[in-house]
Nanobody
Framework: QVTLVESGGGLVQAGGSLRLSCAAS????????MAWFRQAPGKEREFVAA????????NYADSVKGRFTISRDSAKNTVYLQMSSLKPEDTAVYYC????????????????????WGQGTQVTVSS
């Protein structure tokens, strides 16, 4: 399995921006469909964004559409989540997830579809 390490979280004021990174090791991330999920205190883990192996297919939760952008850089073996116009309700631990798959256009919003997970990075948005 690929090892995933998130970074880039922190404290930001409402309306601000952050870019999360998910660095992969032990395997090349180009063989994986990738996604970001988040979990706020007392809530279930929820889907944020996903990107296919090719990068040509993406999917976003309605709550982040137009504000967040997922991307991947195979040369750096890294996946990113650019977050803009942040709101206090975006506060959560953000997790990177990957699924080894041969299909180039596959994306999924379901946590159970992904077989590799990072340890998470905290994002706190103050009002």
């Amino acid at each position: 399995q690929v090892t995933l390490v998130e970074s880039g979280g922190g404290l930001v004021q409402a309306g601000g921006s952050l870019r999360l990174s998910c660095a992969a090791s032990r395997r090349t991330v180009s063989n994986y469909a990738m996604a970001w999920f988040r979990q706020a205190p007392g809530k279930e883990r929820e889907f944020v964004a996903a990107i296919s192996r090719s990068g040509g297919s993406t999917n976003y939760a309605d709550s982040v559409k137009g504000r967040f952008t997922i991307s991947r850089d195979s040369a750096k073996n890294t996946v990113y989540l650019q977050m803009s116009s942040l709101k206090p309700e975006d506060t959560a631990v953000y997790y990177c997830a990957g699924k080894f798959i041969t299909a180039w256009a596959w994306v999924s919003v379901a946590t159970w579809e992904y077989d590799s997970w990072g340890q998470g990075t905290q994002v706190t948005v103050s009002s």
